[in-house]
């Protein structure tokens, strides 16, 4: 089970959310807007910050109603890198592995309210705007002001999308989760340096940005870390049993 749920957690989690960070765009919310961009479809163009397209508010919402468990499963992924650290691996090493478990709580307990709110809530509120205008229950001076709100809670210093609390909390998760399971494998010496080198990239990246381009060069990384962990630990069990 713990066999299956590795590849699942860290190979085809992470390989679903490159695909969906493609088509994740960023760095709207001052120019046009947040409303004013996530409001419609966009075809492929510069306006996009890397994203590959958007196919507006309905795939807003879409995008992270797959994307919030697929975090869950990466970070069931991350707990499982430290599994079975124990006594006799010394106590930095036990130590570093229950600090990145309480890392790994944090980052899928905010990102989970990050997309909660800024993902699925933004995406339906915009559709329900949309919808009213178009039944003619709101004029267009009170879509502006529905805009106008939406936009502010986007930049909201506790819940906004972007540079709040809630996102800010995540992203400083993902990268402290990362250095801590990294340094648990290798105080217990159960992983390399190249090899952790990249899960902290990984760490980084995802810090950086959930969105394209860094969000699947993070996720990318991932799998990359995981699958040289998993091939580098097993000839190690191989050689042990010769």
Same mark, same amino acid.
């Given at each position: 089970m713990k066999r299956i749920l590795?590849?699942?957690?860290?190979?085809?989690?992470?390989?679903?959310?490159?695909?969906?960070e493609l088509f994740h765009p960023a760095n709207f919310t001052a120019h046009p807007g947040m409303y004013q961009? &996530?409001?419609?479809?966009?075809?492929?163009s510069a306006n996009h910050h890397e994203a590959l397209d958007y196919f507006?508010?309905?795939?807003?919402?879409?995008?992270?109603?797959?994307?919030?468990?697929?975090?869950?499963?990466?970070?069931?992924?991350?707990l499982l890198m430290?599994?079975?650290?124990?006594?006799?691996?010394?106590a930095a090493a036990v130590a570093a592995a229950w600090l990145a478990r309480a890392a790994i709580f944090v980052m899928v307990i905010y990102f989970t309210v990050l997309d909660a709110i800024g993902g699925i809530g933004l995406?339906?509120?915009? &559709?329900?705007?949309?919808?009213?205008a178009a039944a003619g229950k709101l004029n267009p001076h009170q879509v502006e002001g529905a805009a106008l709100l939406l936009n502010a809670l986007w930049v909201d210093p506790l819940v906004g999308g972007v540079g709040s609390f809630v996102s800010e909390t995540a992203s400083w998760a993902a990268f402290a989760a990362s250095v801590l399971v990294a340094a648990s494998l290798l105080l217990a010496?159960?992983?390399?340096?190249?090899?952790?080198?990249?899960?902290?990239?990984?760490?980084?990246?995802?810090?950086?940005?959930?969105?394209?381009?860094?969000?699947?060069i993070a996720f990318a990384l991932l799998i990359v870390a995981a699958a040289w962990l998993w091939f580098s630990q097993t000839r190690r069990a191989a050689a042990a049993l010769r």
């Open positions: 590795w590849w699942v957690c860290l190979l085809l989690a992470p390989a679903v959310l490159i695909g969906l961009y &996530l409001s419609q479809a966009e075809p492929h507006g508010p309905r795939w807003w919402v879409v995008l992270h109603m797959v994307q919030t468990p697929m975090v869950g499963l990466v970070a069931v992924g991350l430290v599994d079975g650290i124990g006594d006799d691996d010394g995406g339906r509120s915009i &559709l329900t705007v949309q919808s009213l010496r159960r992983a390399g340096w190249a090899n952790m080198a990249v899960l902290v990239a990984f760490g980084w990246e995802l810090q950086t940005d959930h969105a394209a381009l860094h969000g699947p």
